[in-house]
Structures are given as C-alpha cells and as structure tokens.
C-alpha cells in the first residue's frame, strides 16, 4: 500500500474513500490562502472531492491500493488543481446538461459530481493517458475575481 | 452512531424523528445517515427532521442519500425538513436548485412546528 506522501502544493493518497477528508483539507487550505471566501473555497474542495469520488468508485473499481495525486499551482488570479490517475480515460468535461428540476421532480439520484464540477470550476482540461505519459490529467481551474 | 468524522444523535419527538449530524457528509460516511433514514422509515416513521447544525460538509453523496427517500417518505405522509444549515453547506444545496424540493428552514421548532400543524 501506497504511502501517503504530502510537499509544499502536492499531495498522493491511496484511492479510499476515507482520504476525502485529508484532500479537502489539503485543498480549502490552498484555496483560502490563495484569497478566495469560505464559500467558494469549499465548493472548490467539492468538485475536488466529487473528482476523487468518481475515481474510486468508477476508475477504480474501489481498488484502494490504487493512487490518486493532487498538484495545485497558482498565477496571477489563477487557481489550478492539477488531478492525477491511471485509471481507464474519462473525459469530465464532456457536456453533460442536467436538467436539475427534471432531476429533483422525477426524484433521480446519482450523476450529481459531473455536473457540480462544471458548475464550480471556471475551466476543465482533460489530458487522457497515453504512451509519453502514463497517467490521466485533469486541471480544474478558478479565477479569483 | 459515529464514525470519526461524523455523527448522528436520534430524539424522538412524538411522532417524529429528529436526526442531528455533525462533522462531513460525504462518499465515506453517507452509508451511516442512510442506514438510519431506512432504519426511521422501516419503523413507519415518516416525519423525519434532520438539523445541520454542526454539519460542516456536503458532497453529491450526501445529497444523494436524501433523494434515496423523499419520494418514500412524502407518499406515506411525511417529510423530510431539514434545518439550521450553516451558509456554506446551503449553498451546495442552493447551487444545485434542492431548495425546490426540499422544506430547508432556519431552525428545528420550525420544522416542528410545520409537522405539528399538519
């Protein structure tokens, strides 16, 4: 099992859904520093946890010997989390409109950690894995307004 | 029931079932609030408020786990209320519209009280 390794603005952690907490943390800490209010500080940890959700239970199948590795970096009035995996390529950035009174009224559950990821971030990047890179890359990005 | 980062407290008030949780509602802890909503309405307690007071979190999970049972819970005729949000875990609610489905009001005698009049 992976240990948990930690730097300045990195941070690996084995694909358990109880890491959530730590990689919240880890984010709302950046994302506070960096500016933003209490509010959208944790919706940036949401989309990050909604991220991190979809990897364990899709990508990996709740296999937690796998590794997810988070990378944040800032410019100007950019916040940008960089989200690594190895797990099959999925693009989350693919247009998924949901239809949230269709959702609530016929009482639907699920599906909801795409859509909160488009609705949070400014930006969405997907890289998926390929033979110069072995890993799938993710950048979420929010502008500090 | 409690796991290191969340906590439920069950009160019964008459007939109604008041669930109070503390600490982060996400993928991880999620089966625990489900498991006592089923628990509630197995027992045939419909009339079901959960107070947010000391809930710091919210994820799709556990947004997730109340869609699992209004619809149950309304067609036996009860509800779910749920109370005392703190701004930020609200505003989860608020950025995906369940403030239209669901009763969100500011303080547990409230919800209370709604339950009480019907």
């Known amino acids: 099992m992976l240990l948990s390794v930690e730097n300045n603005n990195s941070i690996c952690i084995n694909a358990d859904s109880s890491e959530l907490e730590r990689i919240r943390k880890f984010v709302l800490n950046f994302a506070e520093k960096f500016g933003f209010d209490d509010i959208t500080s944790n919706k940036i940890a949401l989309a990050v946890d909604e991220v991190c959700t979809n990897l364990i239970k899709h990508s990996y199948k709740y296999d937690s010997s796998r590794e997810i590795c988070l990378q944040i970096s800032t410019d100007d009035n950019q916040f940008s989390i960089l989200i690594l995996d190895d797990g099959a390529s999925f693009n989350p950035s693919s247009d998924i409109s949901l239809d949230m009174r269709d959702y ?25 894995r390929s033979e110069d890179f072995p890993k799938n890359k993710l950048i979420l990005t929010k502008y500090l307004k | 029931m409690n796991n290191s980062n969340f906590k439920i407290e069950k009160k019964k008030i008459d007939d109604l079932a008041v669930l109070s949780i503390s600490g982060y509602l996400d993928a991880h802890t999620s089966p625990l609030l489900e498991q006592e909503l089923e628990k509630s309405v197995k027992d045939g307690c419909y009339k079901i408020i959960v107070n947010f007071s000391d809930l710091d979190y919210i994820s799709s999970a556990g947004l997730g786990v109340f869609m699992a049972f209004i619809e149950d819970v309304r067609q036996n005729g009860g509800d779910i209320k749920l109370t005392n949000m703190k701004e930020k875990v609200f505003a989860v609610f608020d950025l995906l519209g369940f403030p239209l489905l669901f009763d969100i009001l500011n303080e547990e005698d409230e919800a209370i009280t709604k339950f009480q009049g019907n």
């Open chain 1, 104 to 128: 609530l009224a016929n009482f639907r559950r699920g599906g909801l950690g795409l859509h909160i990821i488009n609705l949070v971030m400014d930006k969405i990047q997907y890289i998926p």
